[in-house]
């Protein structure tokens, strides 16, 4: 039988009716009395990718990076009318389902309340902060962003905890950083100074090659050490009163002091030195910021209690993506793939790590059969997935 069609409510007739704009004469203007223009009377110019990159050397400092036509890919493209390679970079990298993932993803809380930060807005946090370092120390704006964004797209559910889960199925371990520019991010053709910033953004990493790397390094650390201990304070997890006196009185106790003190740091410290980094007392502060943090959030009785279930849940996925690795979308389109090779592990480690955190879940529920009192706590079911 065929559904009975829902009748456009008057508003939705009005909204409809407005979708090919108003006027003519070969202008459309999005609302009846647009009245904002250019304050020109003629033709404007545009402001092209080519002008854009020869302002650059006017406005960077000598050794920022500075975009270049296609860019630097593994596979050569033409430049783009408008946009600099690093732009397109920045572009790619926010429409890619890796980085939409983000959103059902760790960051300290397993499942978080409405108002606790994702993998997501821990990403757009991380690229306010570098951003806003990159731009006043003279630095390519448009590479610091698409470095930021897409500096923990390779995040497997649970956050941290999934590298211990999918590291012992990996012979080089499992490194959120560098999969997420060799693997998640890889078909997205980025510039080799776009991959390398994601690649080595971790401070266990190389450092990378380019200042703009260099300083979502800092920003990274900056945005989650502040974030995760407003969000901890919020959850009554901690007070105020438990944070560091060196960082209470060198950078205040709210996160918006804290940032203000840390970016204004970084700026001073490197057009200064000419070397992205922080002066002693301010990375002393930084420093101890993070053992408390470890100490009072991470580390508590019971993130441990939740890493551990998570662990358990991403471990007995792979395995059995593993040996039943034809399960897998991707790879069940392309055809078959013996279980247990070297190829169906990797695939297995793909397709999981990808997961957002209730899916991973409610797979290893429908699936396996997981017992949901081993889940780790928190976990809304939905009927299927």
């Known amino acids: 039988m065929e559904p009975t069609p829902v009748a456009q409510t008057e508003r939705g007739l009005r909204w409809a009716a407005t979708m090919a704009g108003h006027g003519n004469e070969g202008l459309r203007t999005a609302h ?4 904002a223009g250019l304050g020109t009377d ?32 593994a596979a050569a493209e033409e430049p783009d009318t408008w946009r600099t390679c690093f732009e397109k970079d920045r572009d790619r990298i926010l429409h890619s389902a ?12 397993i499942f978080p309340a409405d108002h606790q930060r ?27 962003e698409a470095i930021a964004l897409g500096h923990d797209c390779g995040h497997g559910p649970g956050g941290h905890m999934s590298e211990d889960a999918l590291g012992i199925f990996l012979p080089g371990g499992f490194d959120h950083a560098v999969w997420g520019a060799d693997v998640s991010l890889a078909d997205l053709n980025l510039c080799e100074e776009t991959l390398d910033g994601i690649r080595n953004h971790s401070w266990s990493r190389p450092a990378p090659a380019t ?12 945005a989650y050490l502040c974030h995760d201990w407003e969000d901890a304070v919020s959850a009554g997890i901690v007070t105020p009163a ?22 204004e740091g970084t700026v001073r410290t490197t057009l200064r030195t000419a070397r992205v980094g922080l002066d002693d007392d301010l990375a002393e502060a930084l ?13 508590r009785p019971a993130s441990v209690t939740q890493g551990t279930a998570v662990v358990e849940v991403l471990r007995a996925l792979v ?44 797979v290893a529920v429908s699936d396996l059969g997981w017992d949901r009192e081993r889940l780790p706590r928190g976990v809304e079911y939905l009927s299927g997935r």
């Open 319 to 362: 395995a059995h993506f593993t040996d039943q690795p034809n399960l897998i979308p991707d790879v069940r389109s392309s055809g078959a793939l013996a279980g247990g090779t070297d190829q169906a592990v990797f695939e297995a480690v793909a397709y999981v790590a990808g997961m957002t955190d209730r899916f991973a879940m409610a």
């Open 32 to 35: 009846a009395d647009s009245c």
């Open 287 to 299: 420093a101890a910021f993070r053992r408390c943090n470890y100490e009072r959030i991470y580390l």
């Open 242 to 263: 438990l944070l560091p006196d060196v960082v209470r009185g060198r950078c205040g106790e709210t996160r918006s002091e804290q940032l203000r003190h840390f970016i």
């Open 98 to 109: 890796a980085f939409r993932r983000l959103a059902g993803k760790t960051q300290v809380f």
């Open 211 to 222: 200042p703009e790397g260099e300083v979502v390094s800092w920003a990274d650390r900056i």
């Open 118 to 144: 994702t993998r997501l807005s821990h990403a757009l946090e991380v690229a306010q902060v570098a951003t806003a370092i990159a731009r006043a120390c003279r630095l390519n704006v448009a590479l610091t």
């Open 42 to 73: 003629g033709e404007v110019a545009p402001l092209g990718r080519e002008l854009r990159e020869a302002a650059e050397d006017a406005v960077l400092v000598p050794g920022a990076t500075r975009a270049g036509g296609g860019g630097r890919r």
